[in-house]
């Protein structure tokens, strides 16, 4: 298996753009995570699905912060307009049931700088 | 909300030495507590979790201890090798299905 697959790996863009981060999670997994990592933060749990249904989306940090799941093999964050304290780390997280939602498979992240 | 504090914030030690690095944590409700290594330009890997049901827990070279009255839980890292290097996360949760809190990381630098 690829493992989970993240794209772009990278983005810059400008303040105001809308930017969307794409994640294809490992097949088979029931839970799907979005992460955001920065210096000042650490590690944030942004938002979590289970059967592409969104159980818990207390992490998401305003309006401006979207998630979808669409299917079992695809998920979107989206962030319009964005900001550059955006600018940070994203992560996409997958886990099979029998694991536990907490027993993520990371992607490589998508570095998004907002200038 | 859940507190996790992670020391120390960089550790180096020699090959073959341990390494210890500790967190403590502020929920007492709190019952679930994985750690994570993640490598330069990677995503976090669990690497091993224990659960408060258990004092301590081993696998190969890597263990974790869990003293649930004074909240605090340790990674100890065995025979370190170059590989090893890496920042080091501590979570803690509710359970294993809630949300995790992580502590900000320890960077550990093996040198030969």
């Known amino acids: 298996d690829a493992g989970v697959i993240q794209s772009p790996r990278h983005e810059v863009t400008e303040m105001g753009q809308e930017v969307t981060l794409r994640c294809k999670p490992i097949?088979?997994?029931?839970?799907l995570f979005w992460y955001r990592q920065t210096m000042m933060r650490g590690l944030e749990l942004l938002i979590y699905?289970?059967?592409?249904?969104?159980?818990?989306d207390s992490g998401m940090p305003e309006d401006r912060f979207s998630a979808k799941m669409p299917n079992a093999s695809f998920s979107t964050l989206k962030i319009q307009p964005s900001e550059p304290r955006d600018s940070a780390v994203y992560f996409c997280?997958?886990?099979?049931?029998?694991?536990?939602?907490?027993?993520?498979?990371f992607g490589p992240g998508t570095r998004l700088t907002v200038l | 909300g859940e507190n996790v504090e992670q020391h120390p914030s960089t550790l180096s030690v020699q090959e073959g030495d341990s390494a210890v690095i500790k967190c403590t944590y502020s929920?007492?409700?709190?019952?679930?507590f994985p750690w994570y290594k993640q490598e330069l330009g990677k995503g976090p890997q669990l690497i091993i979790d224990?659960?408060?049901?258990?004092g301590e827990k081993k696998d190969q070279r890597i263990a974790v201890t869990l003293n649930k009255t004074a909240k605090h839980f340790s990674l100890h890292i065995t025979e370190t090798q170059p590989e090893d290097s890496a920042v080091y996360f501590c979570?803690?949760?509710?359970?294993?299905?809630?949300?995790?809190?992580f502590g900000a990381g320890t960077q550990v630098v093996v040198t030969p």
């Open positions: 997280a997958s886990s099979p049931r029998a694991s536990g939602p907490q027993n993520g498979f």
């Open positions: 224990i659960r408060s049901n258990v």
């Open positions: 979570a803690a949760s509710r359970t294993s299905w809630g949300k995790l809190q």
């Open positions: 097949s088979g997994h029931d839970y």
């Open positions: 699905f289970n059967n592409n249904v969104p159980i818990d």
């Open positions: 929920d007492s409700a709190s019952n679930y």
